[in-house]
Each structure stands twice: as C-alpha cells, then as structure tokens.
C-alpha cells in the first residue's frame, strides 16, 4: 500500500499524498485513516516514512483485533 501511494517514489508520503491514495484506493474509513497517519507522524516532519508507516498500520491491526475478541 505505501508504494501504491508514494507517487514520487522519494519513500516518504505527504498527506496529500495518502488522501489522494486512499481516495484512489477506494478506502471507506479514508477520513478515520488520514487522521491515524497524522498521529503516526512521530517526527513532526509532515510527511509519513515507511517506518512510521509500518508502525501505524501495525497499530491499527492490533487495535482492530482487540476490538473484535
């Protein structure tokens, strides 16, 4: 998914960039996602790299696991 996204190939994602993509995707929760990459940006450089990116995603399975035990 992050290379599907990362139109410029530079390895790291705007959020315009990950709107765009979830958008392009057809991803329903774009909006509930876009916000969880914002909170994924640890750095505060505005752009999401893949570690934070694997971080996020990792997070969310985790957290949607939880959900449905």
Same mark, same amino acid.
């Given at each position: $998914? @992050? %290379?599907?996204i990362? !139109?410029?190939g530079d /390895?790291? %994602?705007? @959020?315009?960039?990950i709107?765009?993509g979830? +958008?392009? =995707? &057809? #991803? *329903?929760n774009r909006?509930? %996602? =876009?916000?969880?990459m +914002?909170?994924a940006?640890t750095d /505060?450089s /505005? *752009? #999401?790299d893949?570690?934070e @990116?694997?971080?996020?995603? $990792?997070?969310? !399975? =985790?957290? $949607? &696991? *939880? +959900?449905? =035990?």
């Amino acid at each position: $998914m @992050f %290379l599907a996204i990362d !139109k410029n190939g530079d /390895g790291s %994602l705007t @959020f315009e960039e990950i709107d765009a993509g979830l +958008r392009e =995707l &057809n #991803i *329903e929760n774009r909006a509930e %996602l =876009l916000e969880n990459m +914002r909170a994924a940006d640890t750095d /505060g450089s /505005g *752009e #999401i790299d893949y570690t934070e @990116f694997l971080a996020a995603t $990792m997070d969310q !399975k =985790l957290y $949607m &696991n *939880e +959900r449905y =035990l």
